[in-house]
């Protein structure tokens, strides 16, 4: 998958999002609501993606600089901060249509949201299978990341066996790296927050530096 965050890290993350996504932690997450009864992905911007991750344990382990793979990118440290600076990024970002379409943000959290409520008809949803790859940047068109095929209908809803059962397939396009040098994220609580319990990593509630 190349190095976003960097690799391996990139690995680490798809594993993390795979596992809390699938099983009792995928069932702790779709049955949780906070005090203002929203879901830890409503589409509503006070749910922030980067703090939704911190939420869920959906981080690299690592906090030190661990990318001796790119000499020529020097200070990428605090491979955390990255993901998360990376998500908040997305805020801003629009698959190849333009402005037209959701922010890569609202439709990551708007597929998981439809996930994690049930809401393909006919369709028992019982995980979420992550993925992340490259592509290049088509001539005349800006590069930007968002979730194939795109903002709009992303993902596919796969059957298991001969069973109800569905899990929903999310492979996110990257068209570009995030940006070298030092990054720092500081910790975005909600204002209405409870702990998700029985999942198999804590949050993370610090200031990363």
Not at 170 to 184: E, M, Y
Request: hydrophobic share 30%; with cysteine.
């Amino acid at each position: 998958m190349g190095s976003l965050i960097p690799n391996p890290m990139d690995q680490e993350i798809v594993f993390r999002l795979n596992t809390v996504f699938s099983g009792a932690s995928f069932t702790a997450i779709a049955t949780h609501r906070d005090p203002d009864g929203l879901t830890v992905f409503d589409p509503s911007p006070t749910k922030k993606l980067s703090r939704s991750a911190r939420r869920i344990g959906a981080y690299p382990q690592s906090q030190n600089d661990t990318d001796p793979s790119h000499p020529t990118q020097p200070g990428r440290r605090n491979p955390r901060a990255r993901w998360y600076f990376f998500l908040d990024s997305l805020e801003a970002l629009h698959d190849p249509s333009g402005t037209g379409s959701p922010t890569t943000a609202v439709a990551i959290k708007s597929a998981l949201q439809k996930a994690i409520t049930n809401s393909y008809p006919g369709k028992n949803i019982v995980g979420v299978v992550f993925n992340a790859t490259y592509a290049t940047t088509p001539p005349g068109h800006p590069s930007t990341v968002y979730l194939e095929p795109d903002n709009t209908s992303p993902g596919h809803v796969w059957q298991i066996g001969g069973t109800n059962n569905h899990v929903l397939c999310l492979t996110l396009i990257c068209q570009h790296h995030i940006k070298g040098g030092p990054i720092s994220h500081q910790n975005n609580p909600g204002a209405s927050e409870s702990p998700i319990p029985n999942l198999p990593w804590p949050g993370d509630d610090q200031d990363e530096n």
